[in-house]
């Protein structure tokens, strides 16, 4: 009992010295930001709330209308490709690639263009489908 009673006074001490210099750190009740209560009711009634599962309010009929508006364009031939379209080229370069299997297109293939601009334009007129759907569904136009 001796033991535990002289080592726990200057325990006791120093951790009473430490709180003393937190507290005198510590900002005044004149220097601490003000909370209002409005906005602390606020937050809670906010947090009661949960985020709505159908977030992106989907259309199955946007995908599909989307994918049509798109892939129906893209095969119409243009000067750029030689009067080829974009899809007839992609889909040629995929069939290309098929023809020597277990090896994939390198990197300077033309594949990885026509790829990646067919799926921007499909993915970008997807994205627009569904923003002008849920525009005029929520009355925006």
Do not use: C
């Not at 209560?37 to 946007?62: G, M, Q, Y």
């Not at 892939?71 to 080229?89: K, M, R, W, Y």
């Not at 992609?90 to 990197?107: C, D, K, Y």
Request: no cysteine; net charge positive.
């Amino acid at each position: 009992v001796r033991i535990l009673v002289f080592s726990f006074k200057p325990v006791y001490r120093d951790t009473m010295a430490a709180l003393a210099t937190r507290a005198s750190a510590l900002p005044t009740l004149a220097q601490r930001p003000r909370v209002s209560r409005r906005a602390v009711i606020v937050r809670a009634e906010a947090s009661n709330r949960t985020f709505p599962r159908d977030w992106i309010k989907t259309d199955p009929l946007v995908p599909v209308l989307g994918f049509a508006g798109w892939t129906i364009p893209s095969n119409i031939g243009v000067p750029a490709f030689g009067g080829q379209s974009l899809f007839g080229l992609f889909t040629q370069s995929i069939g290309e690639n098929l023809a020597h299997f277990p090896t994939g297109p390198a990197l300077d293939d033309k594949f990885w263009l026509y790829m990646i601009t067919w799926h921007i334009g499909l993915f970008l007129t997807l994205t627009l489908g569904q923003i002008g759907v849920q525009g005029r569904r929520q009355g925006y136009w």
